[in-house]
């Protein structure tokens, strides 16, 4: 019965660690960090060509530790393949009441990047939100609802909390309501049941407010194994054709996670100071390729 209790509590202290100074907000990405190489096959395509949308879409990218080292990737991806306008916005430790208007102190975003005053300022087409859930208290807008002490209730206000950012970021877009793209989460190796029912919280709200799901976190799981976590998956046909994403390529696999980090995607450790993923990471190119791809099929209005 030890090895459970463990596992969490080393898994709590990357999380903290990851999540550590969120004063800080987003940064810049280091300048030595190289892009990834696009294939012959996924140059620029011209505008009207399928896979790219004839109006270039206006995307805010928001979230927690996850959307924090990922946000590079994810505007690198939209910008070459959906010629897109891209802000990016995350706030390590972090969840869904965070950007929520109206919290006050009790808020790990400044009041001047909640989510309906970016909105209001930015007038995008799509607003990205990626959250691993904030299931341990970190912050204060949870009001100390764990999922571990209060699962029933824990999930209560996960939905509420969802539903009510929904609402002010469609009544801050107004007549130009943007698209909420809700980025599902790959499998939690400690409590799996509880990002697959997060997941279907973000699932029903969608389809409740006519919004989107971006499945990125199917794209870091093992086929017919969606909940089940995994260091290493084998490489897809992309990852072979660009090496630095194949890992392991005489075992045609790829590194996901590094080994003290059960979490996060990115292959360096996490820092005091939250920030971009600094190398060239599978998983996080792998997330950001999912995002990008959803909102290239939605027509800009």
Known sequence: MRKPWIVGMLLAGVL??????????????????????PAGTTQQQA?????????????????????????????????????????????????????LEGTGAKSLVPDRDKAAALVRSLRPDFVVLQFWGNAWGYTWCMDGITHAEAPATYFKRYRADMARLTEQIATAGGAHRPRIVWVAQGPDPITPDRVRRVNELYARQAAASGDLVADAGAKVSAAGARYTWAQYLPCTAYEREHSAYCTQP????????????????????TTSTPKPCPVRSPGILRIAREITRVIGRTPVD
């Open 16 to 37: 903290l660690g990851a999540c550590s100074d969120p004063a800080s907000g987003p940064e810049a990405a280091p300048s030595s960090v190289a892009p990834p190489k």
């Open 250 to 269: 005489g075992r045609d696999r790829t590194a996901l996670h590094l080994d003290k980090d059960y979490l996060h995607f990115c292959l360096a450790p």
């Open 47 to 99: 505008a009207g060509t399928p896979g790219v949308p004839e109006k270039a879409p206006v995307v805010l990218y928001l979230g927690d530790s996850l959307a924090m080292e990922s946000q590079k990737v994810v505007g690198q991806e939209l910008r070459r393949d959906l010629r897109a306008e891209y802000t990016g916005k995350p706030y390590s430790g972090t969840t869904v009441c965070d950007y």
